[in-house]
């Protein structure tokens, strides 16, 4: 597609089951960003891929929460165990390199509701 | 720890007055980078603009320009001759990563362009 996609676009669950995000993004780009966006924390960085390496994973918020992508290509976002304070919007980018690049701009994609009840 | 502070929490200004939103950040790395996104009702994040720390250039993009300045730790956003289609959330970010990793997002200001 055109731009980044995410699916589901809104998932309800029950607290202590998993589920699984998913993230398709713009096709060529090797850098990719998962954000968490919730009511009481605000915008906050989770990981980043290049490729389907991801050299930090210090961002994630628990051990209930991983994180994959292959191909290069897909990436997936699981949480493990929902717990309500996991209710959230999960947003995803994608750039060609990394950020940082003077020539490299972040591609949003339409965020999935989380929520845990 | 890095920490990036929008005070404005919600501005509301009539359509074609000038807007600007204030971002202070603190870090103690030399290098970093900082970012400004705009997020509309829809609520897909919009990248706007990124600066460098060594590059203190103003930048000017039609209706938008961003004035950062190290000596007061500021990146401030101004839009002028504002639209309604500019009411958004605004978020000012800073990362110190070399490849954009570790964000730290401000909390946002609201803003409200009123026909």
């Known amino acids: 597609g055109a731009g980044v996609s995410q699916s589901p676009s809104n998932k309800v669950t029950e607290k202590g089951k998993d589920v699984e995000l998913r993230c398709d993004p713009i096709?060529?780009?090797?850098?990719l960003y998962w954000y968490r966006q919730s009511l009481g924390q605000g915008l906050e960085f989770l990981i980043y891929?290049?490729?389907?390496?991801?050299?930090?994973k210090s961002g994630l918020p628990s051990d209930r929460f991983s994180a994959e992508r292959t191909g290069g290509s897909v990436s997936t976002l699981t949480i493990q165990r929902t717990q309500q304070e996991d209710s959230a919007v999960y947003l995803c980018?994608?750039?060609?390199?990394?950020?940082?690049?003077?020539?490299?701009?972040?591609?949003f994609g339409p965020g999935t509701r989380l929520t845990v009840l | 720890a890095q920490k990036v502070t929008q005070a404005q929490t919600e501005i509301s200004v009539v359509e074609k007055e000038d807007v600007t939103l204030d971002c202070v950040y603190e870090?103690?790395?030399?290098?970093?980078?900082l970012f400004w996104y705009k997020q509309p009702p829809s609520g897909e994040l919009v990248f706007l603009i990124r600066?460098?720390?060594?590059?203190?250039q103003n930048e000017i993009s039609g209706r938008y320009s961003w004035n950062f300045q190290k000596s007061t730790s500021s990146f401030n956003f101004t839009i002028t001759a504002s639209q309604v289609v500019d009411s958004a959330v605004y978020f000012c970010?800073?990362?110190?990563?070399?490849?954009?990793?570790?964000?730290?997002f401000g909390p946002g200001t609201r803003l409200s362009v009123l026909p």
């Open positions: 600066r460098n720390s060594f590059d203190e």
């Open positions: 980018a994608s750039s060609l390199g990394g950020t940082t690049s003077s020539t490299d701009t972040q591609y």
């Open positions: 870090t103690r790395d030399t290098t970093y980078y």
């Open positions: 970010a800073l990362t110190a990563d070399n490849y954009g990793q570790n964000f730290v």
């Open positions: 891929f290049q490729g389907n390496s991801a050299p930090d």
């Open positions: 096709s060529g780009h090797t850098a």
